[in-house]
C-alpha cells in the first residue's frame, strides 16, 4: 500500500489489491487516480449478472458512468491476460452528443487504458478531419466521436466498424433530441450483429426504449437513481423577479454566492454573448461557450475556468452535458430550461463526486406555475425566495472579507518594513480601513432591485402588453418544436406570407406541434387574405398552413389535456417538415459553425432576456 492524492489534494491510502475483481492493468490506474471504491453505477455494470450482457444504465450525472462503461466493456478489449486483444479495426465505439462530452470522454477512457496501451481516437465536429483520418488509420483501439462526424468518417470508408466488440451511446436521450437518430441507425446499422451495446442515458423516455429494442438483446436494465429524481447532492432555489430585472438579478446571485466557479445557462447563443458582455462590463472574470464557438475558443474558455483566471461561464445548452469542473459550485438557469430533463441536466453540473452545489432558477412573475410543474415533473423540492439584496450581499461581503483579511500569512522584511512606514503615518484604524476599501473595490457592484410586492407583479403584468396590441387576434401554423420552429425563422415567414412586418406581430407559443401568434384585429382580415393569397404560390410540398385560431395557446391546450392529448392545439394535422434548428422551412443544414448539432427545441425571443423582437416583454 502507498499514499496516493486524491481529486481534493489529501493523500488516500488505497491498494491495488482492493480491485482485485478486475483487470491487474485497470485496478492500478483506478488507484493511481486516487479511487478508493467505486461508484454505484460502475460496481453494477460489472456484477455477474451484467457481464457480457448489453445493458441500458440510468445514472444521475456526476455518478462516473464514463469510467463505469469503461470498466463494462473490458472483457471485450482485454484478453485474460490483461492485454489487449488483437482486431483489424477498433474494438470499441462510444458515440456522445457533443464535442464537449466526446473530449471529456476520450480523456477519462485515455487514463483507464492507458497501462495496456490503448489508443484513443476522438472524432467530433470543428476539429481537422485529416488528423482524425490519420488516426483511424493509425489502428486506434477505442474511438470517440459525435455521430455526424462518425458517420462521416463512415461514409468515407475511414472508420472500419467490421471488428467492433462493444458499442456505448452515452448521453442516449440527448442525442435523440438533437435530431441524431439516423446517424446513430447507420452506424449501429454498420456493426457486426455479435456486438455488446452498452446504452447510457440519464432519462429514459420511449424513443431510448425503443432504440433499445431494435438494437439490443436481451438487455439487463440498471438504474441507479433511486426514486427520488432530484439530485441529493444540489440545493435547489427559485428566485422570481420582473422579467426587467432578469440581468440585475443574476448579478447579485453571483456576488451573494462568489462561488468559486459558476455557470449561466441561457436559451440562445445571442443572450449568451449579451449577457457575458454585460457581466464583463460589470468586472466580472466571465467567459462564453455557445455553438458559435470553435473548438480552440471552447477549450480556451474551459482552461481559463479550469486555471481560475475565469469564474462565470454563461452557456447556452451545448454545455450542459460533458463540462466537468471540480470547483463549479453554482448554477444559474437565467433563461428557464425547456423540460425537467434539461433542468437536470444544466443543474448536474454542480454537486458532483460527492460535493454539494446550489442550482438557481430565475423566474420571471408570469412564468412561476410553468416553473412549479416543470420542478413537480422533476421531483425537486426548490426553495422559492426573493432575489439577494444589496444590504444581504454587503452582509455577505463584510464576513467574507473579515475572514480572507485575517487568514496568517508569511511577511517578508520588505512587506515588514513598508507597514512600519504605514504605522508611523497612519493609525492602526486608518490603516484597517484603506485595506478594506482596497479588497472592496475589486467587486463589481450589487444591483439595487424592486420589492417583490402584488404591486410590483401587478406592474411587470401590465408592461407585458405594448401600445397596439391591446385588442388581437390569435393565428396558429402547423409547425412547431417537433418541427424545429423557433421565432427567428417563423418571424421572417410570417412577415412574408402576411405582407406585415415583424413590428405588427404580439406573442409567440411555440408548441409541440403548433405555433400560435398574436395579430392586432385592426389588420387581422388584411392579414389573413394575404395569407391565403402568398399560400397560392407556395411549393405545395413546403407550404406551412396559417389560419385564425378560434382560442388562445391556453385554452387550447388546456382542453387537449382534458381530452388526454399530447399536442397544443387541436383542429387538423397538417404536414409539416422537420426543419433544421436555426434554419428557414427552405434551407437546409446546420449553420453552427463548428457543432454537430442538428435539431432541438429551443425557443429563442429576442436580443434581450424576457423581451421579444420589437421591444414587447415576453408572456
Request: aromatic share 4%; glycine share 8%.
Amino acid at each position: 500500500m502507498s499514499p496516493v492524492p486524491s481529486s481534493t489534494g489529501r493523500e488516500v491510502i488505497v491498494s491495488v489489491m482492493s480491485f482485485s475483481f478486475l483487470p491487474p492493468v485497470l485496478g492500478e490506474a483506478l488507484s493511481q487516480r486516487g479511487y478508493a471504491e467505486l461508484t454505484a453505477v460502475q460496481s453494477a455494470v460489472i456484477e455477474p449478472e451484467a457481464e457480457g450482457r448489453d445493458l441500458v444504465v440510468s445514472a444521475q450525472t456526476g455518478s462516473g458512468k464514463t469510467v463505469a462503461f469503461g470498466l463494462a466493456m473490458a472483457p471485450q478489449l482485454l484478453s485474460e491476460e490483461g492485454a489487449l486483444r488483437r482486431s483489424r479495426g477498433p474494438l470499441a465505439l462510444v458515440v456522445a452528443p457533443t464535442r464537449e462530452l466526446a473530449l471529456q470522454v476520450s480523456r477519462e477512457l485515455g487514463w483507464l487504458y492507458a497501462g495496456a496501451g490503448a489508443r484513443i481516437a476522438t472524432c467530433v465536429g470543428g476539429m481537422n478531419p485529416s488528423q482524425e483520418r490519420r488516426a483511424l488509420q493509425a489502428g486506434a483501439t477505442i474511438v470517440v466521436g459525435t455521430p455526424g462526424r462518425l458517420r462521416d468518417h463512415l461514409e468515407r470508408g475511414a472508420l472500419d466498424l467490421s471488428g467492433l466488440a462493444a458499442v456505448v451511446l452515452d448521453e442516449a436521450d440527448e442525442m435523440l433530441d438533437m435530431g441524431f437518430r439516423e446517424e446513430l441507425e447507420e452506424i449501429l446499422d454498420g456493426t457486426p450483429e455479435d456486438r455488446r451495446t452498452l446504452l447510457f442515458s440519464a432519462t429514459m423516455p420511449r424513443p431510448i426504449e425503443a432504440l433499445a429494442r431494435r438494437y439490443q438483446r436481451d438487455a439487463l436494465r440498471i438504474s441507479t437513481r433511486g426514486d427520488d429524481r432530484g439530485h441529493g447532492d444540489i440545493a435547489y432555489q427559485a428566485v422570481t423577479v420582473a422579467p426587467s430585472e432578469i440581468e440585475h438579478a443574476v448579478v447579485n446571485l453571483l456576488r451573494f454566492h462568489e462561488a468559486e466557479t459558476a455557470i449561466l445557462f441561457c436559451a440562445t447563443r445571442d443572450n449568451v454573448r449579451h449577457l457575458h458582455a454585460t457581466l464583463q462590463e460589470r468586472g466580472f472574470a466571465v467567459v462564453a461557450l455557445s455553438g458559435e464557438h470553435s473548438q480552440s475558443e471552447r477549450n480556451h474558455a474551459l482552461q481559463a475556468l479550469r486555471d481560475r483566471r475565469a469564474r462565470v461561464c454563461v452557456a447556452t445548452d451545448v454545455a450542459a452535458r460533458g463540462i466537468d469542473l471540480p470547483s463549479l459550485s453554482l448554477v444559474v438557469h437565467v433563461e428557464i430550461p425547456r423540460d425537467a430533463e434539461t433542468l437536470q441536466h444544466r443543474s448536474g453540473r454542480t454537486g458532483r463526486a460527492g460535493k454539494k452545489g446550489t442550482a438557481v432558477l430565475v423566474v420571471p412573475y408570469p412564468r412561476r406555475r410553468r416553473v412549479e410543474s416543470m420542478l413537480r415533473h422533476a421531483r425537486v423540492e426548490a426553495e422559492w425566495i426573493d432575489a439577494p439584496s444589496r444590504e444581504a450581499i454587503r452582509a455577505q461581503d463584510r464576513e467574507r472579507l473579515l475572514a480572507d483579511l485575517l487568514q496568517p500569512v508569511e511577511v517578508e522584511d520588505d512587506d515588514r518594513e513598508l507597514a512600519e512606514r504605514l504605522l508611523a503615518e497612519r493609525s492602526p484604524q486608518e490603516i484597517a480601513a484603506m485595506l478594506v476599501r482596497a479588497a472592496r473595490s475589486s467587486m463589481p457592484e450589487p444591483e439595487e432591485l424592486a420589492a417583490n410586492t402584488p404591486a410590483a407583479r401587478e406592474k411587470a403584468r401590465e408592461e407585458r402588453h405594448r401600445p397596439g396590441f391591446e385588442d388581437t387576434v390569435w393565428f396558429r401554423m402547423a409547425v412547431g418544436r417537433r418541427h424545429n420552429a423557433e421565432p427567428r425563422w417563423i418571424l421572417p415567414l410570417i412577415c412574408r406570407r402576411g405582407h406585415i412586418t415583424r413590428n405588427e406581430i404580439g406573442a409567440i407559443r411555440v408548441g409541440p406541434n403548433e405555433t400560435h401568434f398574436q395579430i392586432p384585429r385592426t389588420i387581422a382580415d388584411r392579414f389573413a387574405d394575404a395569407v391565403e393569397r402568398t399560400a397560392q404560390d407556395e411549393d405545395e410540398n413546403d407550404t406551412i398552413h396559417i389560419e385564425a385560431s378560434a382560442e388562445p395557446p391556453r385554452d387550447v391546450a388546456r382542453r387537449n389535456r382534458r381530452e388526454g392529448r399530447s399536442d397544443n392545439a387541436g383542429g387538423p394535422r397538417v404536414r409539416a417538415k422537420p426543419f433544421h434548428r436555426g434554419r428557414g422551412p427552405d434551407r437546409k443544414g446546420p449553420d453552427r459553425k463548428g457543432d454537430d448539432r442538428k435539431g432541438g427545441g429551443g425557443k429563442p425571443v429576442g436580443r434581450k432576456f424576457g423581451k421579444k423582437p420589437g421591444g414587447k416583454p415576453k408572456r
